[in-house]
């Protein structure tokens, strides 16, 4: 529900319409919680829920094994959760250790005893697109990341009379006529090697680049011109093939890693501790203020990436448990279905709160993070214009001088305040190292080097301003403990250790995947459009905010500049 177009695809193409239009059942939580905030639930309750999902209510209590059937052979089989700390007997393919090859590992790996065909995540993305394609060829089901339009994020109708030809059902014609059979037999008992995401995006780049394919997939009888796909088109392959990096779970991102990233910003509410603040009817509803001027700006300026501090975060998460009405309220006010994304690189999550907070309080005239750590204290002082400081006319220096002279700062503590909400900060992750040395990969270090320099000269700037007017300004250094790691409290270049790759369920919670060459996770060449080579797109979840990146061309081998419109 805290990526609702996500929620929003999984609930139609699953048919859960209730569901989505109920949201979290809010009076019934209620009643569960007493005051000490324990969650009490009769036993009828459990044993109803054991009936109906044929699980435990604890968890802890499930069987220690994952039933499913074979991708390759059909064949029931029974994956353990995990090979770490099993009994010195177990004669797995490997030894346990901690990262372990079970279901629930960071290494899964497991022999078919019917067919020995090797499961490991790779082959059960390939798995769950196979489905996908089955549903679509069997039942007219659409591919995820067909059904909502990619700008607006809305379930439009197709007109009737253009409906062969529209281009985000592209992916789906293109399944359905000229891929169904290559699709269906990638994975076949003894099937060696095992197929990946990687062959698949093989598979499409041929067809992309095929004029006579892509003329056959629309009905296009002509052949004296060549067939170019449309921009909208090629979005829609990249958007579909994102349902399928590192995920191999049945919903449209990997909710494992997702519940992890979540931890952080609970923890953050709980250490806030807002409910039991003598205040907290005040703080609502300056949080409720906040959350309206925050759906302003993102309506004003619906190219910018908006990033929120932790209260309007608090709002944005409570509002998207009600879909149906979350739905509603962003149509109206901003003509989209607003996202939330999940996986934001870090430097670019810090390049968009610091436009965040300067249109904030350009427009309102107000701090946007209530906040004295150094981190918000650097971002107010980047705001303010050192000739608009000589003159004296320098709106952001009256805003920010106004916040600490009103003593409204006394009550915004570095380590309890609206801070920049960061849970959903992430690093790009290249899975071949070369690809580092690469122009893309070169390009983005570079930026993101900047863009820290920046900060820096902007921390140094506010604490001597704060030095003028008797203020301290919190060191850089601070830090706090984190599930027994330390790590900075604050800015968003706080990744934390525990979330090691390889070492949790799916892939690596708190890194995203480098969309470019190196990465199976790429998108497929030919989608990005421009001639520009595979990856150029940006992997799932990157904002439209990265300006400028150099590339290869395919024609020619020639360097070219390329203003990249990444997708949010």
């Known amino acids: 529900m805290l990526n609702p177009r996500a929620f929003l695809e999984d609930a139609m193409l699953a048919g859960l319409r209730q569901l989505w239009n109920t949201g979290l059942p809010w009076a019934a939580i209620n009643a569960a919680i007493d005051n000490k905030f324990s969650y009490n639930v009769p036993d009828d309750c459990k044993s109803n829920w054991t009936r109906r999902t044929g699980r435990s209510w604890d968890s802890a209590d499930d069987p220690m094994v994952k039933s499913m059937q074979c991708p390759a052979c059909n064949a029931p089989i029974q994956i353990p959760w995990t090979t770490c700390g099993l009994v010195e007997t177990y004669r797995g393919d490997r030894r346990p250790g901690l990262i372990g090859n079970g279901y629930g590992d960071g290494n899964l790996l497991f022999k078919c005893p019917a067919c020995v065909v090797v499961i490991d995540k790779q082959l059960l993305s390939v798995s769950k697109f196979c489905k996908d394609t089955e549903a679509l060829l069997a039942r007219g089901r659409p591919m995820p990341g067909t059904v909502l339009d990619p700008i607006s994020g809305k379930p439009e109708v197709i007109p009737g009379h253009s409906a062969q030809l529209f281009s985000r059902t592209f992916p789906n014609r293109m399944l359905q006529r000229v891929l169904r059979i290559e699709i269906m037999e990638l994975i076949l008992p003894g099937i060696t090697p095992n197929p990946t995401m990687d062959t698949v995006r093989g598979k499409i780049e041929k067809v992309i680049n095929t004029n006579s394919q892509l003329r056959a997939i629309d009905g296009m009888k002509s052949f004296l011109r060549p067939y170019a796909l449309l921009p909208s088109a090629r979005l829609a392959v990249r958007k579909m093939m994102a349902r399928y990096w590192e995920n191999f779970s049945p919903f449209a991102l990997d909710l494992g890693g997702a519940v992890l990233r979540q931890g952080i910003f609970v923890e953050k509410m709980v250490k806030i501790d807002w409910l039991h603040s003598p205040s907290v009817a005040s703080t609502m509803s300056r949080l409720l203020t906040k959350y309206q001027r925050f759906f302003s700006l993102m309506a004003a300026n619906p190219k910018q990436t908006a990033v929120p501090t932790l209260d309007v975060d608090l709002a944005w998460h409570t509002h998207q448990l009600s879909p149906c009405h979350y739905y509603r309220y962003a149509v109206e006010r901003t003509a989209k279905f607003i996202d939330h994304d999940d996986k934001i690189d870090e430097d670019k999550l810090s390049s968009g709160f610091e436009w965040t907070s300067k249109a904030y309080q350009d427009e309102y005239g107000e701090v946007y993070s209530e906040c004295t750590c150094w981190y918000c204290e650097a971002v107010r002082a980047a705001h ?134 190196g990465g199976w996770a790429a998108c497929a060449a030919g989608s990005c459009g421009g001639g520009v080579a595979a990856g150029a797109c940006g992997g799932p979840g990157v904002s439209r905010i990265f300006p400028l990146s150099v590339f290869r061309t395919r024609q020619g081998g020639l360097l070219t500049m390329v203003i990249l419109g990444l997708w949010h």
């Open 384 to 517: 303010v214009s050192p000739v608009g400081k000589i003159l004296g006319l320098s709106k952001q220096e009256k805003v920010a001088d106004k916040f600490h002279a009103s003593g409204a700062a006394s009550f915004c503590p570095p380590d309890n305040s609206a801070h920049i909400s960061s849970h959903n900060a992430v690093k790009s992750l290249f899975q071949d190292p070369a690809v580092a040395l690469r122009g893309r990969r070169r390009v983005q270090a570079q930026l993101a080097a900047l863009h820290r320099q920046r900060l820096d000269d902007a921390y140094a700037k506010a604490r001597k301003r704060a030095g003028k007017k008797g203020r301290e300004i919190p060191p850089r250094d601070q830090y706090y403990d984190h599930w027994g790691y330390p790590y900075y409290l604050y800015g968003p270049y706080m990744y934390p250790l525990w979330l090691t790759p390889g070492m949790y369920y799916g892939w690596a919670p708190g890194y995203v995947a480098a969309c470019g060459a």
